[in-house]
């Protein structure tokens, strides 16, 4: 679209050399003039014609001067050009520059641009310039913006004078409504100046920068879209103007609004995480970590950014990550235990669930999500620990250690199988009472059938029944919760032995009744009675000395039985 | 009637030596003697048939054969009304307790000696 203006300065310039008499001097100068000119008599007969107005009418010269200038005009436009002439040569106002429909010869139209002066003697001075190829260019614009599938505004003078129908529909406007507004009111408050003060530029043919921009706009039913504008500069219908073409960009801005949610939330998710996150490059650098790994480490985000994992493994540790890292590489999940070195100096213990990052099915790092276990270990380590020393004080004692749970041995010592004389397959299958001679059963599972929880009964002496042989024990236990299930734990004190040794003492002290004291018994019943049957005091003297050497011995022998000493 | 007593004992020179003891304290019983558990249940017996019913029995534990507690038993068996007393050297074993158990009413401990033996029958027989 070109600028007609220039051109159209000539007119009045014209109009003087005309008016001043001085035509034919001029007159070969108008006839090469590049814009049609005509001169129209009062009665609407051409006097003048230049070539260019022959070639735009396609008349030759003889067949227009001395014709009605609505001869070169299109049947639609005839009656208001003639309309115009009369009441201009009425002195009236009409417009002086329009366009029309120029009928050519071989009966084709074209666009024509007039500008018209009244001269003096009730003439008209018309310049004339072909503009078919311009109304052309701008039909075919209009029809492409018509079926474009974005939004084209163009505006001269702070209102929008074109718009195409996608720009209808995202505005909410009608070409008739958005005339009356200034295109910036349309736009959200906070953009508003910028956007008038750059269209302002526009309009005046500046180049300005930037040429794209988001912008958010209001619709004519108040909702705010927002739009990617790609703006230039143009002349349209002979004058500057500013071009837009627009994209609603509505549903990706809240795309990414969802997105810059959804983000949040995933970065709170990592930085909140207890886990420890990590991110590291191909060559095993961290890229990325969250607050939980760092400090887990006793590090700051900012002390760990670029260094490797590998600086940080614990050097026994250092080929095993070597491997996992290599497994990364060839595209392998992992899911490991590993020990890194904190700031510290301590040893910390992860597991770590990894997997490999590809970019472009390039190899572009690994992610990791840590897990420090290190109390859990060490927790471990101190069941293990209390566990063994347990296990050894249980299977070092001296007594038999068992525990009962729905009347069947869920637990028993090595010791307690020793005792009863089974192995652990065979005392789980039977009933614990089983163990119990016969003959103590009743008072035995009486005594049990009282244990409470964390209240010791014991039993009485007691005997068991280990395989063919019996064998004397007590008892002394308590209910206890084990494997979440009341169950009663009982140490066996085999006492079996100790009553052999009590037999033994037992028999002995009857031997030594037996054997000693029937015989002191009778030395004494003798003495007593010879002492009374002979007459010699020193008979009877030597009687009683052998009497009280008797009781000497006597006593020695109470003493042993009834103290196991001996002393008289 | 004279009262009577059974004194099973295996010792002779015990059996001597009480016999003595219970003559020269003149209690006026008639004192049998038996050698053995076995002989004891069988004198004990043949004495209630003779309408001689020992009044006290006097017991050893310690015997040939079978004890003075199964004895004991066996006579309280024939007799539940039997009287027996314990003159035992076992004064401090369990066998005291087996033979009161067994029906025994007293024991005498072997150290307390003839005359304590004595003092008891006296007791006893009331004189």
């Known amino acids: ?568 | 009637m004279n009262n009577v007593l059974l004194i099973v004992e295996d010792e002779a020179d015990m059996q001597d030596l009480m016999k003595k003891y219970i003559e020269k304290a003149g209690l006026g019983i008639e004192i049998y003697s038996a050698f053995s558990g076995e002989d004891g249940i069988e004198k004990y017996k043949e004495l209630m048939e003779k309408g001689k019913k020992p009044d006290l029995v006097i017991m050893d534990l310690k015997m040939p054969g079978i004890d003075g507690v199964e004895a004991t038993r066996r006579i309280m068996k024939i007799d539940k009304n039997a009287t027996i007393y314990g003159f035992t050297a076992f004064f401090d074993t369990d066998w005291s307790e087996r033979l009161m158990a067994a029906g025994a009413k007293k024991i005498i401990p072997r150290y307390l000696g003839f005359d304590g033996l004595v003092k008891e029958l006296k007791e006893f027989f009331g004189k």
């Not at chain 1, 180049?207 to 794209?212: F, H, L």
């Not at chain 1, 886990?275 to 590291?280: A, K, N, R, T």
């Not at chain 1, 992992?334 to 990052?357: H, Q, W």
């Not at chain 1, 009280?548 to 002393?567: C, D, F, P, S």
């Open chain 1, 1 to 568: 679209m070109l600028s007609h203006s220039i051109p159209f300065i000539i007119v009045p310039i014209l109009a003087i050399f005309v008016v001043d008499r001085r035509w034919e001097l001029y007159k070969q100068f108008f006839e090469e003039s590049p814009v049609g000119i005509t001169v129209v008599e009062e009665n609407g007969i051409i006097s003048f014609a230049n070539k260019k107005f022959s070639q735009i009418c396609g008349y030759p010269m003889a067949e227009i001067i001395g014709e009605h200038f609505t001869k070169f005009v299109a049947e639609e436009d005839k009656e208001m050009m003639q309309d115009f002439h009369e009441r201009r040569m009425k002195g009236e106002d009409v417009p002086q520059e329009y366009e029309y429909r120029c009928l050519r010869k071989d009966g084709k139209i074209r666009h024509v641009k007039i500008k018209i002066i009244k001269l003096p003697e009730n003439r008209t001075l018309a310049c004339k310039i072909d503009v078919t190829r311009e109304r052309e260019m701008q039909e075919l614009f209009e029809r492409i913006a018509e079926t474009a599938l974005v939004a084209i505004f163009i505006y001269q003078g702070g209102r929008i004078v074109y718009m195409n129908r996608f720009a209808e529909e995202i505005t909410g406007y009608s070409h008739e409504e958005i005339k009356n507004i200034n295109y910036w009111d349309m736009v959200v408050e906070e953009y508003r100046d910028v956007v008038r003060e750059r269209g302002k530029r526009r309009e005046r043919g500046e180049d300005v920068k930037p040429m794209m921009y988001e912008i958010p706009f209001y619709t004519k039913d108040g909702r705010k879209r927002w739009a990617f504008f790609s703006m230039n500069t143009i002349v349209y219908k002979g004058k500057p103007a500013g071009i837009a073409t627009a994209v609603d960009i509505t549903e990706i801005k809240e795309m990414e609004a969802e997105m810059e949610k959804s983000r949040e939330k995933y970065r709170m998710l990592v930085e909140l995480s207890q886990e420890g996150i990590c991110m590291d490059d191909e060559e095993g650098k961290i890229v990325f970590l969250n607050d939980a790994f760092a400090s887990s480490l006793g590090y700051k985000k900012g002390e760990l950014i670029g260094r490797k994992v590998a600086e940080l493994v614990y050097l026994k540790d250092a080929k095993k990550l070597e491997r996992e890292e290599e497994k990364r590489r060839k595209g392998k999940k992992g899911k490991y235990e590993i020990r890194f070195l904190a700031k510290n100096g301590e040893v910390k213990t992860f597991i770590v669930s990894s997997t490999p990052l590809y970019k472009d099915n390039q190899f572009i790092g690994s992610l990791s999500v840590n897990l420090d276990i290190t109390e859990r270990k060490k927790a471990e380590e101190r069941i293990i620990e209390s566990e063994s020393l347990y296990r050894a004080i249980t299977e070092y004692s001296p007594n038999g250690i068992f525990i009962v749970q729905g009347g069947k041995f869920v637990f028993a010592n090595s010791k307690f199988l020793n005792i009863v004389g089974r192995d652990g397959k065979s005392i789980s299958d039977i009933d614990y009472s089983m163990l119990i001679h016969p003959e103590d059963r009743e008072e035995i599972l009486k005594i049990f059938s009282r244990a409470k929880k964390m209240e010791e009964v014991s039993t009485p002496e007691f005997r068991l029944l280990a395989g063919d042989k019996i064998r004397w024990g007590v008892i002394n236990g308590a209910m206890i919760d084990y494997k979440g299930e009341n169950a009663f734990l009982g140490v066996l004190t085999d006492i079996t032995e100790i009553k052999e040794i009590h037999e033994k003492e037992k028999k002995f002290i009857e031997r030594v009744s037996h054997y000693f004291f029937n015989p002191i018994c009778i030395a004494k019943g003798y003495i007593h009675l010879a002492k009374e049957r002979i007459s010699s005091e020193e008979d009877v003297i030597m009687l009683e000395k052998a009497k009280l050497a008797i009781e000497r011995v006597e006593n020695v022998v109470k003493n042993i039985v009834r103290e196991g000493e001996i002393h008289e």
